[in-house]
């Protein structure tokens, strides 16, 4: 999650950069920054990021349906963004990593699951979240 909120605090941050900036000898104000960033931008800092773009509405569904399948606790009703984007982080891991383990240890601590549920705490647990993650979220990484 802290990959994603860099990206998008960074490309904010130039963006009101950008606006604010104007010759000393202008007597106009300076236009107000937008308080919307296109689709394009976030998309442009996703991948930056090394994250996938935003799931359609059929994989968002696939991966909470493959999330209650692992376990109806991990993603509780009004949790789905939450979990969507825990899941879009995990694909960052899995870009940048290729140690399957690791991967799941890591799917453990992002779902929160060694913590919350430590009876699920486990290496076939974090394969199954892995799993779901790569298969609903980005097949292509």
């Known amino acids: 999650m802290r990959t ?23 007597d106009k104000p300076a236009v107000a920054p937008s308080k919307t960033v296109s689709q394009a931008d976030r998309d442009a800092a996703r991948k930056a990021a090394g994250l996938p773009a935003e799931p359609s509405a059929t994989a968002r569904y696939a991966f909470l349906e493959a999330l209650d399948a692992i376990d109806p606790r991990i993603s509780k009703p ?9 899941g879009l982080n995990q ?8 140690d399957e383990a690791k991967l799941s240890a ?4 992002r779902f929160t699951i060694t913590s919350r549920f430590p009876e699920i705490s486990n290496p076939e647990t974090g394969k199954k979240l ?3 993650v790569h298969k609903n979220l980005c097949p292509d990484f």
């Open 4 to 26: 994603r909120t860099t990206a998008a605090a960074i490309a904010a941050g130039l963006l009101l950069t950008l606006t604010a900036c104007g010759s000393s000898n202008d």
């Open 78 to 86: 009004g949790t789905d963004e939450l979990a969507v984007s825990r």
């Open 130 to 132: 892995q799993d779901a």
């Open 91 to 98: 694909c960052g891991s899995i870009k940048t990593t290729k």
């Open 106 to 109: 890591l799917a453990l601590e």
